[in-house]
């Protein structure tokens, strides 16, 4: 019944055909047997058909045809260029050892990664050099389920009289008793019965054709991390330094990249691969405030990893905390739909600006003009089409409610309005309070979060004057103790992404113009109308490679880091010398570093103006951007351990406002390792 459902007349596939030379292959050979017998008193000769008991397979290619478990392949657990099986049946016939076992452990040379069919029941062609030609799942042993861990319930354990079940993806399955999962500690009875988000994947096999889970893998994530240092060569993600030589990593990254470590099961090598980057508002949640779940950004759902280990030991969880929040902006790193990272983003404030001045007096082209204080810190005279003298602000807060604008320009002229209830940045709130400022223990604006990324105008008094500057919410966060008078700002979300704040008194941190350098060039002498001055560049706290020009009344050279404050036209003044104390960098906190130097530990606070200097001093040049990160060890003995000397740090008055850190190849060049000794309890 069965041939005549064929169309024989229909094109033969490649599968088809393949299936058919395969079925053909492991079909038994025949021979011909010719016997002389006796019929009608004459003899003849009578063919008979005999079996060989051998496959054309094996008489012919010398191959043989095992089948069982795939337990390694490469790197994991079998070795470079092998496969690994426990065997059960050779060409058709089940194993049967000595000691009554029904399988045994072999393996072959194949240089193919077959890492996805572990734990798998296969078939495994093999010539008679003991190199294989192929792997192939058998479909009919196979139950394969793979999931996130975020579907994963455990909903009963296993024991020696029951069966264990595990809901995956809404779907019950039993697992028999001892089941292993490979790449983490805990085995099935461990799984939890609450789910926790994670872009972690679980496979599970069952691999003896009941449909109950015998084994499953993991290859758990070991890092999600950001990427501060790029070169030709290789990177630096998470504070540890990998060469593109030894790794398996895009040849595309970047710095301030996420990317996600793993295992490469079949080479054994470190294999990163790059976190998605997600911008946009929170638009809807789920969960509990403070604790979310899931969140809702530009239309799509995203879940929020969990915990540090809270579906398995060693779980990569949320490197930031779950307090995101709704109708806020901010930048996710995500894997596999799971959020790692959340970093809160301000509103785009730069088109604000403060009116320090302003004419009546028309210029040739009939406009007026007015003096800003813009965003990026700049000052300028630009003309205007208005009169805006009414909204100059004054000494002691005069005219603040009007001096803090947005401003449009239309043909290089300026329009100014004030922010207000009618003029929110198209964000959601505006607010001003008197004898309110910012609260340093609760790090708030009138009782409102500051973004680190917001504008902040700022006015304040020194001695008999008064100052206008801008600093980051960054900055103002990290102030050291409470500031201002009246505030006035603009609210996105939750948060303040721009605002003005005046005090009659001094800004903690208003010596910060000062700016820290590390001189990358030559230094040449040169002599205008009888006076000395000295030329060179230098790699700045500002992350920038400038060429400046100073008064030759002080000795530097190449290496050296200075203190000045930049004037107009790069020209420094206030040059001092600050090589501070070459150091090991033991440990280091949002707020603290603690360094070996010459067998002395010392534990400093950061100043609240700590500038930072990212170098790689080998090739005397700087690093656009980069982290702290703890000495590397050179030796280490019985009775002491000697450092790599990885910065240098600057103190005043008891705290750190300058750390200069290698972070290149995390070793200071030239410096003297720095040996500390073991203490015996």
């Known amino acids: 019944d069965e041939l005549e459902s064929i169309d024989v007349s229909a094109a033969l596939t490649r599968d088809s055909a393949a299936q058919m030379i395969w079925n053909a292959l492991q079909a038994k050979e025949v021979k011909y047997e010719y016997t002389l017998v006796s019929e009608n008193g004459q003899l003849v000769s009578k063919v008979t058909l005999v079996d060989k008991d051998k496959t054309l397979l094996e008489d012919e290619y010398k191959a043989t045809v095992y089948e069982g478990v795939l337990t390694g392949s490469g790197d994991y657990e079998a070795g470079k260029d092998k496969l690994a099986m426990d065997v059960m049946t050779i060409n058709g016939v089940d194993y049967t050892g000595k000691d009554g076992k029904t399988s045994y452990s072999d393996d072959f040379k194949y240089a193919e990664d077959a890492t996805g069919?572990?734990?798998?029941?296969?078939?495994?062609?093999?010539?008679?050099?003991?190199?294989?030609?192929?792997?192939?799942?058998?479909?009919?042993?196979?139950?394969?389920?793979?999931?996130?861990?975020?579907?994963?319930?455990?909903?009963?354990?296993?024991?020696?009289?029951?069966?264990?079940?595990?809901?995956?993806?809404?779907?019950?399955?039993?697992?028999?008793?001892?089941?292993?999962?490979?790449?983490?500690?805990?085995?099935?009875?461990?799984?939890?019965?609450?789910?926790?988000?994670?872009?972690?994947?679980?496979?599970?096999?069952?691999?003896?054709?009941?449909?109950?889970?015998?084994?499953?893998?993991?290859n758990p994530i070991q890092t999600?991390?950001?990427?501060?240092?790029?070169?030709?060569t290789?990177?630096?993600?998470?504070?540890?330094?990998?060469?593109?030589?030894?790794?398996?990593?895009?040849?595309?990254?970047?710095?301030?990249?996420?990317?996600?470590?793993?295992?490469?099961?079949?080479?054994?090598?470190?294999?990163?691969?790059?976190?998605?980057?997600?911008?946009?508002?929170?638009?809807?949640?789920?969960?509990?405030?403070?604790?979310?779940?899931?969140?809702?950004?530009?239309?799509?759902?995203?879940?929020?990893?969990?915990?540090?280990?809270?579906?398995f030991t060693n779980m990569?969880?949320?490197?930031?905390?779950?307090?995101?929040?709704?109708?806020?902006?901010?930048?996710l790193q995500v894997v596999n739909g799971v959020v790692y990272n959340a970093k809160l983003e301000s509103a785009e404030s730069t088109d604000t600006a403060l009116v320090l001045g302003a004419s009546t007096a028309m210029?040739?082209?009939?406009?007026?003009?007015?003096?800003?204080?813009?965003?990026?810190?700049?000052?300028?005279v630009v003309p205007a089409k208005a009169d805006y003298t009414s909204m100059v602000l004054g000494d002691s807060a005069v005219n603040a409610d009007k001096a803090f604008v947005s401003y449009e320009v239309k043909d290089g002229v300026y329009k100014l309005t004030t922010i207000s209830d009618d003029n929110k940045l198209g964000k959601d709130d505006y607010d001003s309070a008197d004898d309110v400022g910012f609260v340093k223990a609760e790090k708030k604006l009138n009782g409102v979060r500051v973004a680190d990324s917001a504008v902040i105008y700022v006015q304040y008094k020194d001695g008999d004057d008064y100052k206008t500057t801008v600093i980051s919410g960054k900055t103002l966060n990290a102030m050291g103790s409470n500031f201002g008078d009246k505030c006035y700002y603009v609210v996105d979300g939750s948060t303040i992404c721009a605002a003005l704040i005046t005090a009659d008194g001094y800004m903690p941190g208003a010596s910060a113009g000062k700016l820290y350098g590390y001189i990358t060039?030559?230094?040449?002498?040169?002599?205008?109308?009888?006076?000395?001055?000295?030329?060179?560049t230098v790699w700045t706290s500002k992350n920038e490679s400038v060429d400046v020009k100073m008064k030759a009344d002080i000795d530097v050279s190449k290496k050296t880091i200075i203190s000045f404050e930049m004037g107009a036209d790069n020209f420094i003044e206030g040059v001092s010398v600050k090589n501070g104390k070459s150091a090991a960098i033991k440990d280091f906190g949002s707020d603290y570093a603690i360094f070996y130097i010459t067998d002395e530990t010392k534990d400093l606070s950061f100043d609240d103006d700590i500038q930072y200097l990212y170098l790689n001093?080998?090739?005397?040049?700087?690093?656009?951007?980069?982290?702290?990160a703890k000495a590397d060890v050179k030796t280490s003995g019985a009775d002491s351990t000697t450092y790599y000397a990885n910065c240098r740090y600057v103190a005043e008055g008891g705290k750190i406002v300058l750390i200069a850190i290698d972070t290149s190849l995390n070793k200071w060049d030239g410096a003297k390792d720095i040996t500390v000794t073991t203490t015996t309890p």
């Open 316 to 331: 990569v969880g949320l490197s930031t905390d779950k307090s995101i929040a709704r109708d806020s902006t901010y930048t």
């Open 363 to 380: 210029d040739t082209d009939g406009n007026m003009q007015v003096k800003l204080l813009f965003a990026d810190g700049t000052t300028k």
């Open 617 to 628: 001093t080998k090739d005397v040049e700087g690093v656009n951007g980069g982290e702290l």
């Open 521 to 536: 060039s030559d230094v040449t002498s040169t002599n205008e109308d009888g006076t000395e001055y000295k030329e060179f």
């Open 224 to 232: 999600v991390a950001k990427v501060t240092y790029v070169s030709s």
């Open 117 to 218: 069919l572990l734990g798998q029941y296969v078939k495994v062609l093999v010539n008679n050099k003991g190199e294989a030609y192929g792997v192939f799942p058998v479909d009919s042993e196979n139950t394969v389920v793979t999931a996130a861990f975020s579907d994963v319930k455990l909903v009963s354990k296993a024991s020696s009289t029951a069966d264990g079940k595990v809901k995956v993806d809404g779907t019950e399955y039993k697992f028999v008793n001892n089941a292993k999962i490979n790449g983490i500690t805990e085995d099935f009875n461990g799984l939890k019965k609450t789910a926790s988000n994670s872009a972690d994947t679980i496979t599970f096999i069952s691999n003896d054709g009941d449909n109950k889970f015998d084994v499953a893998y993991v």
């Open 234 to 311: 290789g990177f630096t993600a998470g504070g540890t330094a990998y060469d593109y030589a030894d790794v398996i990593a895009p040849k595309d990254l970047a710095k301030d990249d996420y990317v996600v470590k793993t295992t490469d099961l079949f080479t054994g090598d470190a294999k990163f691969v790059k976190a998605d980057t997600v911008k946009g508002k929170v638009t809807s949640s789920k969960g509990d405030t403070g604790n979310l779940t899931d969140i809702a950004v530009n239309g799509t759902w995203y879940q929020i990893a969990g915990a540090a280990g809270s579906a």
